[in-house]
T-cell receptor
Framework: KAGVTQTPRYLIKTRGQQVTLSCSPISGHRSVSWYQQTPGQGLQFLFEYFSETQRNKGNFPGRFSGRQFSNSRSEMNVSTLELGDSALYLC??????????????FGAGSRLTVL | GQNIDQPTEMTATEGAIVQINCTYQTSGFNGLFWYQQHAGEAPTFLSYNVLDGLEEKGRFSSFLSRSKGYSYLLLKELQMKDSASYLCAVRDRGYSTLTFGKGTMLLVSP
């Protein structure tokens, strides 16, 4: 079955612009999490969604937002981009938050460069 | 909050055994995960421990001691393709969110 699909894979923006990233989870997975990965900080948690509801949010400014649709697809948006937002944004899906190991399966990521 | 520590880099020789340690301090604990990430690729799941002890899966094993806040990933019969970053992650009680360490870059040489 298809894995987690993230689009776009690469994008370049300038400071002050906004960006929307998309994530399609594995079929049947209803939970989607977003992470930011940078060389200095590693993987940092952004948000988690389940059944269109944000269950948890990481320590990021309000410029970072997200949502989940009824088909479990998710989007995240970053407004007023800053140079420090340059990173790999990873989406991960899982069956449901409370099921056993609830292993996260990651997509290949969207690499954002802010100039 | 959670604090997860693991070595930044390790080197080993093909065919050898390597142990990657991870220590954590958490306000709640609901499982520890290990992921492998090759350069430019997505992290992939390796192992999960929620109870104390050793979990073995082929060449890879993972150990957990909850009382010590300690885990290790053991890789046997190292292969060149094992060169990657190994990420330790802890799940907090009550949430499914994972908090990741910064990863250990393992370089396997011939």
């Amino acid at each position: 079955k298809a894995g987690v699909t993230q689009t776009p894979r690469y994008l370049i923006k300038t400071r002050g612009q906004q960006v929307t990233l998309s994530c399609s989870p594995i079929s049947g997975h209803r939970s989607v999490s977003w992470y930011q990965q940078t060389p200095g900080q590693g993987l940092q948690f952004l948000f988690e969604y389940f059944s269109e509801t944000q269950r948890n949010k990481g320590n990021f400014p309000g410029r970072f937002s997200g949502r989940q649709f009824s088909n479990s697809r998710s989007e995240m948006n970053v407004s007023t981009l800053e140079l420090g937002d340059s990173a790999l944004y990873l989406c991960a899906s899982s069956l449901a938050p409370s099921l056993g190991a609830n292993v996260l399966t990651f997509g290949a990521g969207s690499r954002l460069t802010v100039l | 909050g959670q604090n997860i520590d693991q070595p930044t880099e390790m080197t080993a020789t093909e065919g050898a055994i390597v142990q990657i340690n991870c220590t954590y301090q958490t306000s709640g604990f609901n499982g520890l995960f290990w992921y492998q990430q090759h350069a430019g690729e997505a992290p992939t799941f390796l192992s999960y421990n929620v109870l104390d002890g050793l979990e073995e899966k082929g060449r890879f094993s993972s150990f957990l001691s909850r009382s010590k806040g300690y885990s290790y990933l053991l890789l046997k019969e190292l292969q060149m393709k094992d060169s990657a970053s190994y990420l330790c992650a802890v799940r907090d009680r009550g949430y499914s969110t994972l908090t990741f360490g910064k990863g250990t870059m393992l370089l396997v040489s011939p």
